[in-house]
């Protein structure tokens, strides 16, 4: 199995290079909102000197900067926690460090994980390490460019309707979203509570096995944390799976998606025919309506749980002016405090839910969602998992679809029906796609029945011995 990104050297001296090349590299990738290089290195440290050992030990991480620490700042990308220290830790975060690793810093998102390109943070965009003038994908964009430059080998992301296997597709690596429920989301700033999970981004899939393995298992901090015992990921992770039937959806194979996406993803059912699989072509008509539906969800919950936010209880207060009253002060904090894409999503939320559309609109996404859940289990009766494209495109020109909303809600037609069905699934890198002149990499999702993340890890792993994708780096 190759981990061997993980498990070499001395704790100190990992810890200095990671640094060293995040300083390096930053002023162009902008990949991080903050570095921890004082507390890092003294923590490794600590770890070479005996005092902390474990499944990470020494690993040099990032960290999503929608994940709490009781150090440093969580700032979201918002202007609204731009100074906010959290006084706790992220379960997942603290699960990290227990088994050894070593955060070095936190990671640049669009605001409150609401977005594709990681362009929406009030510290400005982060670029594509493998052409500084595209977008990295998002909302974890700053997470997949740190592992995609080589400065970790392990950051974690959140992913909502993507945030993990998008920007995976689009740097090259390996993007994981476990089952909904299999990872604690306590400390994990929310941004929509059923649909919300924490992942993994690394560059291969004996990584993302050996972080899984970490991260995941009850919480009882989180209500919705899942009971089941979590299994070895890495133990047979070489093994293929006998028998293997993937799932290819008609939807898979639109016209709209890029041609060079297209091509990529032909080669990918050829390598894994080639591989012994039977390819199963499936119909799972709600795939196109899932944007439609999760873009409702979405936002109500986003719309509820951004409510606290308002420069009273939680959140930067803005000044008033002489004679300006409370009301003024909540829609100057507001309006101050979030920026454009989170004010849309807020006004579209706080819209759904309101009296006269609720049952037009928000309960009826609810039943599409029911009904994108039932469409799944059927296909996974006959099939161990799903094969499609992570995004319909690849990395796209900072700025390209900054103004076109839709443009860039259309990024994640792939994707954000695994939220909605709560299943697990992850990117990984299938092929480079010439665009323009430049070579862009291009993933491919794996989707699998709740909480068979150790098969479908096997599944992907099966066509990561077959391929050299994973071990393609950037021009840096």
């Not at 090259?172 to 929310?190: E, M, Q, W």
């Not at 499936?282 to 951004?306: F, Q």
Request: proline share 6%; charged share 20%; net charge neutral.
């Amino acid at each position: 199995m190759n981990t061997s990104d993980i498990h070499s050297g001395k704790a100190r001296d990992r810890a200095l290079a990671s640094l060293r090349r995040a300083e390096e590299l930053d002023s162009r990738i902008h990949a991080f909102t903050q570095l921890f290089s004082e507390k890092a290195i003294a923590r490794a440290e600590e770890i070479d000197a005996g005092g902390a050992g474990g499944a990470l030990a020494g690993v040099p991480v990032a960290l999503k900067d929608n994940l709490c620490l009781s150090w440093g700042r969580t700032t979201c990308g918002s202007n609204m926690l731009r100074d906010y220290e959290s006084p706790y830790t992220a379960t997942a975060a603290q699960r990290l460090i227990d088994a050894g690793a070593v955060i070095i810093g936190k990671t640049n998102l669009d605001e409150y994980a609401m977005g594709s390109s990681t362009e929406h943070s009030c510290f400005g965009p982060t670029s594509n390490p493998w052409d500084l003038s595209r977008v990295p994908g998002g909302s974890s964009g700053g997470s997949a460019a740190a592992v995609a430059a080589g400065i970790v080998p392990i950051a974690l992301g959140s992913d909502t309707g993507g945030s993990v296997r998008q920007p995976a597709s689009l740097c090259g690596i390996v993007g994981v979203k476990p089952t909904y429920g299999r990872v604690s989301r306590y400390g994990l700033v929310a941004y929509a509570s059923s649909l919300d999970q924490i992942g993994t981004l690394t560059r291969n899939i004996g990584d993302a096995a050996s972080a899984l393995g970490v991260i995941c298992g009850h919480d009882p901090l989180d209500s919705t944390s899942s009971l089941r015992e979590v299994p070895d990921f890495s133990r047979d992770l070489d093994a293929p799976v006998q028998g293997l039937r993937l799932a290819v959806p008609a939807q898979a194979r639109n016209p709209a998606n890029h041609p060079e996406v297209s091509r990529v993803f032909a080669e990918t059912i050829e390598k894994y025919k080639q591989l012994g699989a039977t390819i199963v072509d499936v119909d799972l008509p709600l795939i196109d309506h899932g944007i439609a539906a999760y873009y409702i969800v979405a936002p109500a919950e986003a719309s509820s749980n951004l409510a606290r936010l308002d420069g009273i209880r939680y959140g930067r207060r803005a000044r008033l002016a002489p004679g300006e009253d409370l009301f003024e002060l909540y829609c100057k904090s507001r309006s101050e405090g979030f920026g454009p894409e989170v004010q849309r999503r807020i006004m579209l939320g706080t819209h759904v839910l309101s009296s006269g559309y609720y049952d037009a609109y928000y309960n009826t996404a609810l039943k599409v969602r029911r009904r994108i859940k039932d469409d799944f289990d059927r296909v996974f009766s006959d099939c161990h998992a799903v094969l499609m494209p992570a995004s319909p495109s690849p990395a796209w020109k900072i700025g390209e679809k900054a103004n076109d909303p839709l443009a860039m809600y259309l990024e994640d037609v792939y994707t954000v029906t695994i939220n909605l069905a709560g299943l697990p699934a992850m990117s990984v890198p299938a092929g480079l796609a010439s665009v323009a002149g430049a070579q862009l990499p291009v993933g491919v999702q794996i989707v699998s029945q709740a909480f068979d993340e150790a098969r479908m890890l096997r599944i992907g792993r099966m066509f990561e011995l077959a391929t050299d994708w994973h071990t393609r780096r950037p021009p840096l």
